[in-house]
Nanobody, 121 residues
Framework: QVQLVESGGGLVQAGGSLRLSCVASGSISGFNTMGWYRQAPDNQRELVAAITSLGRTNYADSAKGRFTISRDYAKNIVYLQMNSLKPEDTGVYSC???????????????WGKGTLVTVSS
C-alpha cells in the first residue's frame, strides 16, 4: 500500500501562483511514476503533469509553460508549481502514484484525497 497526502491548495487570484505538495509513504517501489490530476466541477478528471522516478516528465497542453512538476526523491515528495493561474485551472488536484515507469500516466495505482485550488477572476 502507498499513502498519498496532498497540501498547498487554496484560493488565489488569476495570475497568481501556488505550489502543491504530495508526500508518498508506504511500499514505495524503486521505479515509479507520480503526478497530478485535476477534476473541475462537472468535468472529467484530467492529467495535469507526471514525472517518473527517472525524471521523465509529461504535461497537459494547458499546463505547458506555466506549471512545473518536480520531485524530492529522498523524501518521496512530488511538487507542482503553478504560475500564471487562470480561472479554468480551478478544481480538485489529486496526487497519484503508479508502480511503474509511465510518463503518459493514463492510470494510477494509488490516489490521494485531493486538495482544492480555486482561481478567482
Amino acid at each position: 500500500q502507498v499513502q498519498l497526502v496532498e497540501s498547498g491548495g487554496g484560493l488565489v487570484q488569476a495570475g497568481g501562483s501556488l505550489r502543491l505538495s504530495c508526500v508518498a509513504s508506504g511500499s514505495i517501489s524503486g521505479f515509479n511514476t507520480m503526478g497530478w490530476y485535476r477534476q473541475a466541477p462537472d468535468n472529467q478528471r484530467e492529467l495535469v503533469a507526471a514525472i517518473t522516478s527517472l525524471g521523465r516528465t509529461n504535461y497537459a497542453d494547458s499546463a505547458k509553460g506555466r506549471f512545473t512538476i518536480s520531485r524530492d526523491y529522498a523524501k518521496n515528495i512530488v511538487y507542482l508549481q503553478m504560475n500564471s493561474l487562470k480561472p479554468e485551472d480551478t478544481g480538485v488536484y489529486s496526487c497519484a502514484y503508479k508502480r511503474s515507469l509511465d510518463a503518459s500516466f493514463y492510470d494510477a495505482d494509488y490516489w490521494g484525497k485531493g486538495t482544492l485550488v480555486t482561481v478567482s477572476s
